[in-house]
């Protein structure tokens, strides 16, 4: 499959309908992912708070984990050496071991594990690795899906308006910034991550109302300003809404604003994914650069293994 | 009291002894805090790890608050928006309600307060704020308080070594990007927030292992790479401080090294803060900006009101 394919592909994994059937209680949750896989954990802590859930992106548990707690080692590959490190420690504690995988060491480690297919990279699977979770903890209305997919299938069919946006990146050299608000968090950071793999461009991110309390005095009086683009996601919070407007109104800052076309969770969600899947794909073919070419992490990872 | 005398006044701090007598059972904390406040959650959600600790710097709290929650509003004027809307959610859901903050309406709303000193600037009080979570949860014994005391002592004397980096970043209007790891990489976020808020500067923050997963691309591939200037802090973790040398090795970065004197958990957390605190506050100086002016949070603020 072709990186586009990969990109397109993305409305398909959303029908993904595997999900674990969990026949116990327990008292909390904790995500265990690195980078592309990651992520996933981000996005279902923001979502999902009915018992406390802490997702992690390192090496090492929380000296709370025991056998009350379910585990979730999320990791495409399935040889992710911190996810690996992190499931053998929470086996020793006796928690429940889920994973989410295509395959690898993850999956004989597991006490519940969901198979996805391979082939994607790590990142254009986010499709397949989040809707287990979303499956279990959140489940999705068919008909939400439904609507996902047809919207997903019309930016495949016309992403214009992103291709305008990565050539303006490109034309100023600009470095993005994503500002992004409660439940898209995560979403800014899949931007920067997008970015940063795909374009090979630096990109960094903040959140409303947080950044109002640190980035509005640079945004105000620093040097370099002209350097950054900001793009923040349009949203049905009032008093971040008016956050938005009042910090471009007070640091003349005026923000690329990303609409999606409807503020139901899901379709909002992946239309906000699937945007910045196209915008950095375009920046990439702009720059000539590859945008499936990440060797630089791969060399890494060689080094230290 | 000027900026630097409140800079000089973070080792007396640290001697601060208030705690919560908590004599009753629960089972998770929430903290909510904004900015130089809420920092500190970040901090301790980092160190302590024995019950699910969740730091929020959102308005908004998870569902799974209940009776059984100890929710921690951390507001030095009080009067933050975003933790007075957390703080009055927490109580309709009967939590135990704790504060740490200097006055204001978040004093009213706590069944159990700990009062600290007012009338410095909320980011200069980030001791007082965070040795109650400490002397609750993790307590510090008295030798290694007053070896930071000596520490930080010298810190104040002579700050030659971060004038230096301040004048390097001046010089050649550097973007400082601080490269943290676990359990600092709070820290490497409250450089970013002194260098917006002291020196009005833009400053990003990432960690490891998690960068070696999307930022390692562009420090070799991108635009603007002589723009940045990178701190990481030396690590006695065998496997981070060797993804600090390879990272820098394959992408032909060189990062300016943060080494504190100790590996003490409590000294080096310290160390790191105060580092940051000089250079953050050598660059507003060399820059010709006020280290306490925050009037464009402050105009926001009205704004919003």
């Known amino acids: 499959m072709n990186f586009v394919d990969e990109l397109k592909n993305l409305k398909e994994q959303i029908k993904f309908k595997e999900k674990f059937n969990l026949d116990f209680d327990y008292d909390n949750i904790v995500i265990s992912g ?73 999956s004989d480690l597991a006490d519940y594990k969901i198979i996805i297919p391979s082939g994607l990279q790590p990142r254009s699977a986010i499709g397949y690795m ?47 910034v994503i500002l992004g608000a409660k439940p898209y968090k995560s979403v800014a950071y899949r931007w920067k991550t997008q970015f940063n793999e795909n374009s090979k461009t630096f990109a960094f991110y903040n959140y409303f109302p947080e950044l109002n309390h640190n980035d509005t005095m640079p945004l105000k009086k620093a040097y370099r300003k002209d350097e950054y683009l900001y793009f923040v996601f349009n949203s049905d919070n009032p008093r971040i809404q008016k956050r938005i407007d009042v910090t471009q109104e007070i ?49 890494l990872k060689r080094k230290l293994a």
Do not use: C, W
Request: glycine share 6%.
């Open 34 to 106: 690195m980078g592309g896989s990651g992520i996933v954990g981000d996005i279902i802590q923001e979502h999902y708070t009915k018992k406390p859930l802490i997702a992690i992106g390192d090496y090492g548990i929380p000296d709370f984990v025991n056998e009350n707690t379910l585990f979730i080692g999320i990791s495409y590959s399935g040889n992710t050496e911190e996810t690996l490190n992190n499931i053998i420690m929470a086996r020793e504690r006796n928690a429940h071991i889920l994973a989410i995988t295509s395959g690898g060491k993850l």
């Open 251 to 299: 640091t003349g800052e005026s923000f690329n604003v990303v609409s999606s076309p409807t503020e139901e969770y899901f379709q909002k969600l992946f239309y906000l994914i699937h945007y910045a899947d196209y915008v950095t794909y375009e920046l990439a073919l702009i720059r000539n650069v590859d945008p499936t070419d990440v060797s630089t992490i791969e060399e």
């Open 130 to 176: 989040l809707m287990p979770l979303l499956n279990t903890f959140a489940p999705v209305q068919d008909s939400v899906i439904d609507e996902t997919y047809n919207l997903l299938e019309s930016m495949d069919k016309s992403h214009d308006e992103m291709r305008k946006i990565a050539l303006k990146i490109y034309e100023n050299s600009y470095i993005p």
